[in-house]
């Protein structure tokens, strides 16, 4: 079946760090790839997605590229801020049941201390 | 417009009551998932429904749980006989129908309800 497999975290940085965190799948099919972040408390929100190789997803400063050879979706941003501070989704949605399954990483916590 | 709605936010209960979780989907939106997230897990798929039917439910544990998306009213997730194990964050997501044909493949996620059975 299809997974997605992230890196373990805490990830620990200091503010305005370079951020990635990885993330590869398996699929039988052809998915759609996704980011979601968690802030304390809350659910899920879709930070970005792709929906085909070599589309590169981007929003609030954060990017990622679907990469079929190598079937990963890193997740980077060049300069992390306090607020960014939460855990982060890697995810993929086969739809070739005609409805959206989402498979989800076990996620990443990120902290950024000032 | 309302986003996914989900109540109650947190639910305490003792062993072997019984746990009912609601979900109001967005505006819209015909298809409802429901997810379970476990401490320091990621969300695992239990249950997918339309308006009245439950089209895959190839995650939910067989004995205890069970789910509905009757025609009018939100979506509930019923637990039977809680016990400690099923102590998670339950989280539904809706989307509008039509599926990948749509182009909409995005999942909208409630807030969650926290069940915590002592």
């Known amino acids: 079946g299809d997974s997605v497999t992230q890196m373990e975290g805490p990830v620990t940085l200091s503010e305005e760090a370079f951020l990635t965190i990885n993330c590869t799948y398996t699929?039988?099919?052809?998915?759609?790839l996704f980011w979601y972040v968690q802030y304390p408390g809350e659910g899920l929100q879709l930070l970005l997605k792709a929906t085909k190789a070599d589309d590169k997803g981007s929003n609030k400063g954060f990017e990622a590229t679907y990469r079929k050879e190598t079937t990963s979706f890193h997740l980077e941003k060049g300069s992390v801020q306090v607020s960014d501070s939460a855990v982060y989704f890697c995810?993929?949605?086969?739809?070739?049941?005609?409805?959206?399954?989402?498979?989800f990483g076990t996620g990443t916590k990120l902290q950024v201390i000032p | 417009n309302a986003g996914v709605m989900q109540n109650p936010r947190h639910l305490v209960r003792r062993r072997g009551q019984e746990a009912r979780l609601r979900c109001s989907p967005m505006?819209?939106?015909?298809?409802v998932y429901w997810y379970r997230q476990l401490p320091e897990e990621g969300l695992k798929f239990m249950v997918y429904l339309q308006k009245e039917n439950i089209i895959d439910e190839s995650g939910m544990p067989k004995e205890r749980f069970s789910a509905e998306f009757p025609k009018e009213g939100p979506s509930i997730l019923r637990i039977q006989q809680v016990v400690r194990g099923d102590s998670a964050a339950y989280f539904c997501?809706?989307?509008?129908?039509?599926?990948?044909?749509?182009?909409?493949?995005?999942?909208?996620f409630g807030a969650g309800s926290r069940l915590t059975v002592l």
């Open positions: 997501a809706s989307s509008p129908p039509g599926g990948q044909y749509s182009g909409a493949n995005v999942l909208t």
């Open positions: 699929a039988t099919g052809y998915p759609s």
């Open positions: 995810a993929l949605s086969d739809d070739s049941g005609g409805y959206q399954k989402v498979t």
């Open positions: 505006k819209g939106h015909s298809h």
